[in-house]
């Protein structure tokens, strides 16, 4: 059966029309760029860690660990503006990456979160590069004497430094630790100033040094003594607690022409707590413990000594003969 003329023309018509919005279509698709991914910053943007193969600096071969018990004591660089840019983290060779420190001032006790996010330093010297936004929320130039302690904060803080942000710094670390900390870091340094400008020790090396450089310290030296295995942080505070605690002597005075007594108490523990304020020695006599210096020289020693005795807060203090009991 012969179709109408016009059912012809109109059914090629919408058949070139449909072929001409397929080739449209394909064309648009092939013209049509790949989305950019954006950067994730939740949870997940953490995880999985980064560990990488051993490497070495230096003579010294770095082995990245995921362990949760970092806690080190060394030496700061901070990184050119190309690296780490504005955000607080840092570089390190072992921790795995991204994971998250608390950085401490060792010279001041100030303390900030910062996220590891790269390997380095490139130099056995340091302990850890900072990003410059690390370095200056920590207010610290290079060569500065740091502790670096991995911590798990949460999300809320994990995301502003993801983001680039600060989160507000820690509770500053006591000075007594501080002090035990530069023990850790070196313990043939001298000792920092805690309460005025800090005098930083001359530039330590860290613990893994060529085994060249070990042995031309030792030839110019002599051979080290042994080392008995450190402390924990821990213990060696409540070591040190104890040692400060610990009885004063009860002796008697050196030979000398004068002393000053601070007073004699029916508690022992009493008389030694003043003894210790004083720098003075405990002495029993009879019931009484008896709370005096060394012996001085010269009545104006003595009378200087009684001067700083009463300002202590011992008013009853006196001057008496050191030969007398």
């Not at 939740?42 to 071969?61: E, M, R």
């Not at 340091?126 to 290079?142: C, H, P, R, V, Y």
């Amino acid at each position: 059966m012969r179709l109408p003329d016009s059912f012809t023309f109109w059914f090629s018509l919408g058949a070139v029309a449909s072929a001409m919005v397929m080739v449209a279509t394909a064309e648009a698709r092939a013209d049509r760029k790949p989305a950019v991914p954006l950067a994730a910053n939740g949870p997940a943007a953490d995880y999985p860690v980064v560990l990488g193969a051993p490497f070495a600096i230096d003579g010294v071969t770095y082995t990245p660990s995921d362990s949760l018990n970092v806690d080190q004591v060394g030496y700061a660089s901070v990184a050119g503006p190309d690296e780490g840019g504005d955000g607080v983290t840092i570089a390190h060779r072992t921790l795995p990456l991204p994971s998250y420190v608390e950085v401490t001032d060792l010279t001041t006790g100030r303390t900030i979160l910062a996220r590891a996010e790269r390997r380095g330093p490139m130099s056995g010297t340091w302990l850890a590069e900072l990003s410059s936004g690390a370095a200056a929320q920590l207010g610290i130039t290079t060569k500065t004497p740091v502790r670096i302690r991995r911590v798990n904060p949460p999300e809320a803080e994990r995301a502003l430094l993801r983001a680039g942000r600060q989160v507000p710094t820690r509770m500053e670390t006591p000075k007594p630790l501080l002090a035990v900390l530069m023990r850790r870091l070196d313990p043939g340094a001298p000792a920092v100033s805690l309460t005025g400008p800090a005098a930083i020790p001359s530039l330590a090396p860290a613990a893994g040094l060529a085994s060249a450089e070990l042995a031309s310290r030792a030839a110019a030296n002599g051979p080290a003594p042994k080392r008995s295995r450190p402390m924990p942080v821990a213990a060696v505070v409540a070591h040190e607690t104890r040692a400060v605690r610990a009885p004063v002597a009860a002796t008697r005075p050196m030979p000398g022409a004068f002393v000053v007594q601070a007073g004699a108490f029916s508690v022992r523990s009493s008389a030694e707590a003043v003894a210790r304020k004083i720098a003075g020695e405990v002495r029993p006599v009879g019931k009484l413990w008896r709370v005096r210096t060394s012996a001085l020289a010269s009545r104006g020693e003595a009378e200087a000594k009684l001067a700083k005795v009463r300002a202590a807060g011992y008013s009853d203090a006196r001057i008496q003969r050191a030969d007398r009991d």
